[in-house]
């Protein structure tokens, strides 16, 4: 679904993305893990056109985006949640998510008063807000919602642009670990059509959750492979595993 060759990112003297190969499969359950300041959330950045390579390309689907906006690689099936949650606080939950699926349709602001495509937005938003089990906060402001349920919406959002890419960089960040589960558990349970790309620190949820681990260090690809040789590789122990192990 992805693919990257020998992209590179440098901010200045730094190298944050070396000569980075990597592919993120048809219906991946893929994570991203590496130490902090590894260069994760740039590689992101790269992918989704947010930051421009210094070399190197990026294909979806076949199809090289390497210079493609955010905005068109959006449109081509690439979606993301950020590490820091971005929602319309003041709005619902339904309304968010209404934005995102008004926004693919390209019925835009309509929304905001009655249209042909109001009840189609509203009912492929309620179906997603259902499938994240969100249905009770459906009518709840953000602000009213704790931390976990709000990166549920993020997560519900990114799926109202139909991706067939999903990134999410660090979802259960500031979540405490019992609800962290539900997330990560919400998130496993997505139609496979769409391929995840998962940014993680905690392991246990990463190797629940992963059939793939990339293994990222001083921004290069350190070893990749299944969760079982990912855990038996004494290097990323040595370099990363260490503390968990
Ligand atoms: N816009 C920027 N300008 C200069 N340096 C940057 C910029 N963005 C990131 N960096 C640097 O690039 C390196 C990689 O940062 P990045 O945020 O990609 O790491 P990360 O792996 O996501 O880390 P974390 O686990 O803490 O989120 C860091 O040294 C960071 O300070
Ligand atoms: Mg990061």
Redesign the pocket.
């Known amino acids: 679904m992805l693919e990257t060759r020998t992209l590179c990112k440098n901010?200045?003297a730094?190298e944050?993305a070396r000569e980075l190969n990597f592919r993120l499969e048809r219906g991946a359950r893929h994570a991203l893990i590496?130490?902090?300041?590894?260069?994760?959330?740039?590689?992101i950045n790269l992918l989704t056109g947010l930051l421009a390579p210094s070399r190197g390309s990026v294909f979806l689907g076949g199809e090289e985006v390497t210079t493609l906006t955010q905005a068109k690689r959006v449109k081509r099936g690439i979606a993301r949640t950020f590490?820091i949650n971005q929602l319309f606080r003041g709005l619902t939950v339904l309304e968010n998510v209404c934005i995102a699926v008004s926004e693919r349709l390209g019925v835009g602001s309509s929304m905001l008063r009655p249209a042909g495509k109001r009840a189609e937005v509203i009912d492929e938003a309620s179906r997603l807000i259902a499938m994240l089990k969100l249905d009770e906060d459906a009518g709840r402001r953000i602000v009213e919602l704790p931390y976990g349920r709000q990166r549920l919406v993020e997560i519900a959002i990114a799926l109202g642009l139909q991706p067939s890419v999903l990134l999410l960089d660090?979802p259960a960040a500031g979540i405490p670990s019992a609800e962290s589960h539900i997330l990560l558990d919400a998130i496993a349970t997505l139609p496979r059509d769409i391929a995840i790309l998962i940014?993680e620190?905690d392991m246990d949820l990463v190797f629940r959750f992963a059939e793939r681990i990339t293994v990222?260090v001083s921004?290069a690809i350190y070893a990749e492979g299944k969760p079982a040789e990912i855990a038996a590789n004494r290097e990323v122990r040595a370099v990363y595993l260490g503390n968990a192990a």
């Open positions: 901010f200045g730094l944050v590496g130490p902090n300041g590894a260069g994760k959330t740039t590689f590490q660090e940014i620190h990222m921004g």
